[in-house]
């Protein structure tokens, strides 16, 4: 008991020099008290792996600066967002309905006349323009741009989609829909 206090006890009188350090990494009071309190932390629930006999400041001075520099390689993959905004920015929908869609997407695909889906493939998935696509199809620009608006309204219909839900044909959505071998006619 009296070798844990006399620990305790050593940690708490190296607090002045731990702040010091800290305030030099830092360069800032709260951040180099926060350090500090984080380093005590570690100190404590790790005492085991002190060994008694050794620099007791040295061993905290690198918990120290271990704990700072694994802050600021974190720090490079945060994104400091105190109001809010760019949380409310980002939203994820479930891998679970991505499938689902998916799945519904291309029931829906194989439905669609054969020259629509070559149509919407060609311009959707294959990212080409109106003009290379009516090249392939043999056909005019205009029926082209026909067959895909028909086919994208269709599928819209058949989703229960707003027409201006993005990623119903966009070229990710029609190009793993490719990938996985279920292509269009």
Same mark, same amino acid.
């Given at each position: ?8 006890q050593?940690? /708490? &009188?190296? #607090? ?7 305030r *030099? ?8 008290? +926060? @350090?500090?309190?984080d ?36 720090q490079?993959?945060? /994104? &400091?967002? #105190? ?5 409310d920015?980002? *939203? ?5 309905d991505g499938?689902? +869609? @998916?799945?519904?997407f ?9 020259d629509?889906r070559?149509?919407?493939?060609l ?12 090249q ?27 027409q ?9 959505t ?12």
């Open positions: 008991m009296s070798d844990e206090i006399d620990f305790e050593s940690i /708490v &009188e190296l #607090v002045p020099d731990l702040r010091a350090f800290g *030099s990494l830092t360069r800032e009071h709260a951040r180099a008290d +926060d @350090l500090v309190q380093t005590i932390v570690k100190a404590l629930s790790n005492k085991e792996k002190f060994q008694a006999g050794t620099n007791l400041r040295a061993w905290l001075f690198t918990i120290l600066r271990n704990t700072f520099y694994s802050s600021k390689r974190k490079k993959w945060e /994104v &400091e967002d #105190v109001d809010g905004a760019y949380t920015s980002l *939203s994820v929908k479930p891998a679970q499938v689902m +869609d @998916l799945s519904d291309r029931k829906a695909f194989e439905t669609l006349p054969s629509q070559e149509s919407l493939m311009v959707g998935a294959a990212g080409m323009s109106y003009e290379e696509a009516a392939i199809c043999d056909c005019a620009i205009g029926t082209v741009k026909s067959r895909v608006n028909r086919a994208r309204a269709r599928l819209t219909d058949m989703l229960g989609m707003d201006d839900e993005a990623g119903l044909t966009d070229g990710t029609l190009a793993a829909m490719v990938d996985s071998g279920r292509g269009a006619a």
